[in-house]
């Protein structure tokens, strides 16, 4: 427009001029981590619903490894342990009676998954097309802009502590967020 950067030359206006940009960015933390345990030995009890495990009295350290999450991780080395499974240990057997982990249902030793940021910008020109008042509008929108990937924790399920036999539990090696897209749109008014 007049005053503005091009705006005494009335065909760097029409290239310059009229375009309206926005942007969003979002940033959250992560949540609450729950885990469960496969081989919790509940008892006979149905009803209990999904059996937690048991905090390990005698694991000393964080339970939280591995620096960030996703660090490490390459396309040669796609899984990496970021949460220790000596922190949990199994449940007693008791047959008769069922027995009650210790574990909170979700969180334990305050173990939070992985938070994320995502950037994204959308930028619009309106043409006048002279005809009945119409007008032509091309928008272009770019999502995830930075291309930053959010890693998922894989299983949060422990098996039994104390052994190496852990599959994925703990794990982060799936990316949960889309990578860089764009589109273009164009439509007319009338």
């Known amino acids: 427009g007049k005053g503005r950067l091009g705006g005494g030359n009335p065909y760097s206006r029409a290239i310059l001029g009229g375009y309206k940009f926005s942007g969003t960015f979002t940033a959250y933390s992560g949540s609450p981590l ?15 619903g999904t059996c937690v495990p048991t905090m390990n009295p005698n694991f000393t350290g964080k339970a939280r490894i591995g620096g960030s999450w996703g660090q490490g991780i390459t396309a040669a080395n796609p899984s990496k342990r970021f949460i220790d499974a000596n922190a949990f240990r199994t449940n007693p057997s008791t047959a008769a009676v069922p027995y009650y982990a210790d574990a909170p249902r979700t969180a334990p030793y305050k173990i939070m998954g992985p938070g994320n940021y995502e950037l994204a910008m959308s930028i619009r020109r309106t043409f006048p097309l002279h005809i009945y008042n119409s007008r032509l509008i091309i928008e272009g929108d770019l999502y995830n802009v930075t291309n930053h990937t959010q890693f998922t924790v894989d299983s949060t399920t422990t ?5 190496t036999s852990q599959g994925t539990f703990g794990q982060v090696s799936s990316q949960k967020n889309n990578p860089r897209e764009a589109q273009f749109a164009a439509r007319i008014e009338f």
């Open 159 to 163: 098996l039994y502590s104390g052994t």
């Open 34 to 48: 729950a885990f469960t345990a496969a081989n919790a030995q509940c008892g006979t009890n149905a009803s209990q």
